[in-house]
């Protein structure tokens, strides 16, 4: 395979065409944390560190009957609230940062979740990662989702050099048009997840493979990055 042009405007054009393959690829890629208001959607975002979705989707059923508003997880009784959320990990940190961002959104914003990137970095606990999920999810995308999977297939697809979440984003950003950073990132985690593998990329079986940079690694192979 030729390599790849390395000028913006190449890159541009072969993103591009790449989310293109994979939106036609993954048409369901979305969230797959359920939610049915930002609030809830910041709290299964924080209990998704190192838990799964459908673990935290379990975990919040429960939850969000048990807390309604910012105002009741910002009162939870210590203790309680940890339980509820116990199985999904790291439940007193993750309790700690719920209560605080909720203290946040309670004391600076009446109550409600702020919907632009400033005004979630100001929320105790919350990281661009969260603000990214939310912007996305509920209001005007800010920035590109970078998880896992998003940092290892843009390296892999040669889109960034980068190991760093920040650096990765404004990356893809320069690449990719506002409207299809939303389901970049959707689109990387369903197929991190079903070809494009950290340990063995079933580069034979993916949609991208001529679009793709990447030593095409036999299957089974041990890979880095
Ligand atoms: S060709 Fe291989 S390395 Fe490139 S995106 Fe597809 S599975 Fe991943």
New binding site residues.
């Given amino acids: 395979m030729p390599p790849f042009k390395k000028t913006l405007a190449a890159q541009r054009e072969r993103a591009l065409a790449?989310v293109r393959k994979l939106e036609a690829e993954y048409p369901e890629a979305t969230c797959s944390l359920e939610y049915r208001e930002p609030l809830h959607l910041l709290i299964a975002t924080i209990l998704a560190a190192q838990c799964t979705d459908a673990r935290v989707n379990i975990v919040t059923k429960t939850l969000f009957k048990q807390y309604r508003s910012a105002a009741d997880f910002a009162s939870a009784p210590e203790g309680e609230l940890e339980e509820a959320i116990r199985t999904c990990g790291f439940y007193r940190q993750k309790a700690k940062s719920i209560r605080e961002a909720c203290r946040d959104i309670v004391g600076r914003f009446e109550g409600r979740v702020p919907g632009t990137m400033d005004e979630l970095l100001q929320l105790r606990g919350v990281g661009r990662k969260t603000a990214n999920v939310l912007l996305a999810e509920c209001f005007e995308p800010a920035g590109v989702i970078v998880d896992t999977h998003c940092r290892r297939?843009s390296n892999?697809?040669g889109f960034t050099t980068s190991g760093d979440p920040a650096k990765i984003e404004r990356d893809i950003m320069k690449l990719l048009p506002l409207d299809h950073w939303r389901m970049y990132s959707h689109c990387l985690v369903f197929?991190?997840r079903a070809?494009?593998?950290a340990r063995s990329?079933?580069?034979s079986?993916?949609?991208?493979?001529e679009?793709?940079?990447?030593?095409?690694?036999p299957e089974g192979r041990k890979i880095g990055k």
């Fill in positions: 790449v297939l892999r697809l197929h991190g070809v494009c593998n990329p079933k580069c079986q993916c949609v991208v493979r679009l793709c940079p990447f030593p095409a690694a």
